[in-house]
């Protein structure tokens, strides 16, 4: 079995530096956007054999060292009785602003509400029979009630921050829902067979230090905390946040995901040895000619080259125009990393 | 004179912090949409007298210590030959996404494309007959290509990324044209009676560190040198841009604005104390009580608390809905720090 991801994310050894995508599944793809002209994006989540057939097409392409189950991270808020659209864009049929709205949520198990996931990591495990580690995943809960607040993506997400100063009491009774019904649904994909998870946090970077803890991080780590048991890795990926690094590193998560505004040196010397490091090229460098994404795969590999714990990915989702070729320089950078590991330090790749 | 803001300014001693509000003139004032009922906004950018009255709205509510002239920064890419609508957000007739249309665009003196702002910052000298500083204003150059390449306001400004990779000669070039449009059109508010300018750089945090000099600051550096011998402050405001801090210091501004993500103590500590610094309390935070925003700025404020060089200010534009009441409150906390400065450092008010 490949397991070069499951070891960097424990900042154990590894042959090379491992390589995932986020989005890796997705509209750079020719065969996705194939599949998506006969099915629309629900039914592509909520039906385990597509999910489990989109999850696959980039590992038949790329050898990438993780597959991540297709799905979104407003999925699971069905367990909630939230209903939405995606257009592509995720709509709610209502934004949720009141506390009498939020005291109406519902909290359905996971299991009930969406089996289909739990189904699709269990086909996914089955098809990949140990070629590659199988991600879950879930939104983290201040993104969650950015997007619930809101009741779609909108830079800034001012509902939610308003409501934080507004009814601060409010966003923490929906905080909270939103905590235990996530870890019950990272519980219930580490239980079908996920062999690390990712917490998506796309939107706390909209908090100042002084709020992040209270309205962001607590809930994070209280997730990390209830899946502790299980022993799978747990990745806090956190988006556009360079000036919460040092409180981030704090969540318990084994790695912490990073967006492309901070150099993955600087961010090293920041947290400190004792979390593994994810990310952090960025998505729009993909639009460069091959020669020049090899030196931008290189420059962000080299920031961490000899600091255990590193798994290479882009700082956010790949984009849909992407460059197929591009993806290709990328993979070609890191297989390098290979040679250069060998070289630098032959003992790193056999102990 | 009131020349608090401009002493604040340059690091010079001030009876108490001095204060003003990005887009202060704005649609949470009753008397503002009142205006706006009768003319739309372009009319009004472009009308001195209605540009100049919208302008002394706010300072007949409340003890401001500077003005800054109602317009758009996107207004003087008319001398470049673009075209646009608001409504509300901004939209270009036509994005400039290529080496051919960098190369059409023209380069109209400000002053004959738009001869307005000047008369208009000339009427609002006079108007003001010395009660408050005006300052002029512009957009930093990778804050415009953003929206030209872009072609409206969205989220990432994902096509001038693009261009950054995929063309970087082409976005140079574009940048190039900007820097001399915007050098001459603040030359040009100055000449009028700007007593100081701003540059406002609201996308630049999209960069990382790699491409921040090369495609951002060096403009906005060439920018303050070439207003450098008419002797006005200039203020650069960086938003969203905590991983940039150490290099946007060295922009040859006065001061640096800073969005709310980085408490000014922070800030202070990266930048040195050779630079004053504007901000920075969430404008969401004004959506508290009023017991609760008195309490967010009092922070704010108690961070540079006897560092020369504040002035106060929100970390970006006061939004719409904002309550009269919570402006107040934040005047309220600014008028204490007389009584604080006068309590801990009497010298300072009298040298």
Avoid at 1 to 22: E, G, S
Avoid at 285 to 301: K, N, W
Avoid at 313 to 333: C, F, K, M, R, Y
Wanted: net charge neutral; charged share 20%.
């Amino acid at each position: 079995m490949n397991d070069r991801f499951l070891r960097a994310c424990r900042r154990q050894p590894v042959d090379r530096t491992p390589l995932w995508i986020m989005r890796q599944a997705g509209r750079y793809l020719p065969e996705y956007r194939e599949l998506r002209r006969k099915v629309d994006f629900l039914t592509l989540c909520k039906t385990p054999e597509l999910a489990v057939a989109a999850s696959l097409q980039p590992l038949r392409r790329f050898p990438l060292d993780a597959s991540i189950i297709f799905s979104d991270i407003l999925l699971p808020l069905e367990a909630l009785g939230v209903r939405m659209t995606f257009n592509p864009g995720p709509k709610l049929a209502e934004p949720v602003r009141t506390r009498v709205q939020v005291d109406a949520l519902e909290s359905r198990p996971a299991a009930e509400a969406v089996p289909f996931v739990a189904d699709a990591v269990r086909l996914l495990r089955r098809e990949l029979d140990g070629r590659t580690p199988v991600i879950g995943f879930c939104g983290a809960p201040f993104t969650l009630a950015a997007y619930l607040v809101q009741g779609e993506g909108k830079e800034g997400f001012g509902a939610v921050k308003t409501m934080l100063f507004r009814e601060p009491a409010t966003l923490g009774h929906l905080l909270e829902k939103l905590t235990a019904a996530m870890t019950d649904y990272l519980r219930l994909q580490i239980a079908a067979g996920a062999q690390a998870v990712q917490i998506f946090d796309s939107w706390a970077g909209l908090l100042a230090p002084m709020q992040y803890e209270r309205f962001a991080l607590r809930w994070v780590r209280a997730i990390v905390d209830g899946v502790a048991d299980l022993g799978v890795p747990v990745i806090y990926f956190v988006n556009g946040a360079p000036h919460l690094l040092e409180d981030a590193v704090t969540s318990g998560a084994d790695v912490l995901g990073l967006c492309w505004r901070t150099p993955l040196d600087v961010a090293a010397a920041r947290v400190g040895p004792g979390i593994a490091l994810q990310g952090n090229l960025d998505p729009h460098a993909l639009f460069a000619e091959p020669a020049e994404v090899t030196r931008l795969a290189a420059d962000v590999l080299s920031r961490v080259a000899g600091r255990p714990g590193h798994i290479m990915n882009l700082g956010h989702g790949i984009l849909p125009d992407t460059p197929i070729a591009s993806v290709e320089a990328l993979v070609a950078a890191v297989q390098a990393t290979a040679r250069r590991d060998a070289a630098t330090a032959p003992s790193a790749c056999t102990t």
